[in-house]
């Protein structure tokens, strides 16, 4: 049982490219989000996900795009990097019960990207 | 007006001490509050979750929920230098899937 993963850890980019950052979940959680933390600042959402095929839009979702083809993976595709997008990635997962009366929750270890 | 709002901080509290963390949210129909700590460089780690009004505790830890006021807080005893973090408030809104954070609020406990 692994939690939540991310890769890459660290990655820099050159203005204008594009990666993907990975998460893969192993604990069978219907509910995963795309998060970016700026320095001093708290957590925006980019996007979230409420089970495979199911995606959604954050606060912050310009610059990004998500897929969610199986409950394990969530990955977080950056297309036409800018240095607006520098920032620590955080990956989350969930499970909620229909009357929210509980859930488990963990976070993976983040990526940290710098664009210059 | 943000979603989740948190005390600016920093909050210094003498070791010992209670330290107090309040949270508003503008959405009414919210249902479920978290608490989450954060260490410098390390990823939010959750340490409370509440969803009915009135208080809920573990440990050292005390969450109070009003919803009629629409904010939550938490409440820290005993206050050790470990706690020295900056603790985060989130919000489950009504609509399903959307985990919204505050802006966090840095504690810095001073022996």
């Known amino acids: 049982n692994a939690g939540v993963t991310q890769t890459p850890k660290f990655r820099i980019l050159k203005i204008g490219q594009s990666m993907t950052l990975q998460c893969t979940q192993d604990?069978?959680?219907?509910?995963m989000y795309w998060y970016r933390q700026d320095p001093g600042m708290g957590l925006k959402l980019i996007y979230y996900?409420?089970?495979?095929?199911?995606?959604d839009k954050g606060e912050v979702p310009n610059g990004y795009n998500v897929s969610r083809s199986t409950t394990e993976d969530f990955p977080l595709r950056l297309e036409l990097a800018a240095p607006s997008q520098t920032s620590v990635y955080f990956c989350?997962?969930?499970?909620?019960?229909?009357?929210?009366?509980?859930?488990?929750?963990?976070f993976g270890p983040g990526t940290r990207l710098t664009v210059l | 007006q943000k979603e989740v709002e948190q005390n600016s901080g920093p909050l210094s509290v003498p070791e010992g001490a209670i330290a107090s963390l309040n949270c508003t949210y503008s959405?009414?129909?919210?249902?479920?509050f978290f608490w989450y700590r954060q260490y410098s460089g390390k990823s939010p780690e959750l340490i409370m979750f509440?969803?009915?009004?009135g208080d809920k505790e573990d440990g050292r830890f005390t969450a109070q929920l009003n919803k009629a006021s629409q904010y939550v807080s938490l409440l820290i005893r005993d206050s050790q230098p470990s706690d020295s973090a900056t603790y985060l408030c989130?919000?489950?809104?009504?609509?399903?899937?959307?985990?919204?954070f505050g802006a966090g609020t840095q504690v810095v406990v001073t022996p």
């Open positions: 959405d009414r129909g919210s249902q479920s």
């Open positions: 604990m069978n959680h219907n509910y």
């Open positions: 996900s409420v089970g495979a095929g199911i995606t």
């Open positions: 989350a997962s969930m499970t909620v019960t229909i009357f929210r009366d509980y859930n488990e929750q963990f």
């Open positions: 989130a919000v489950f809104p009504d609509s399903w899937g959307k985990l919204q």
């Open positions: 509440i969803y009915s009004n």
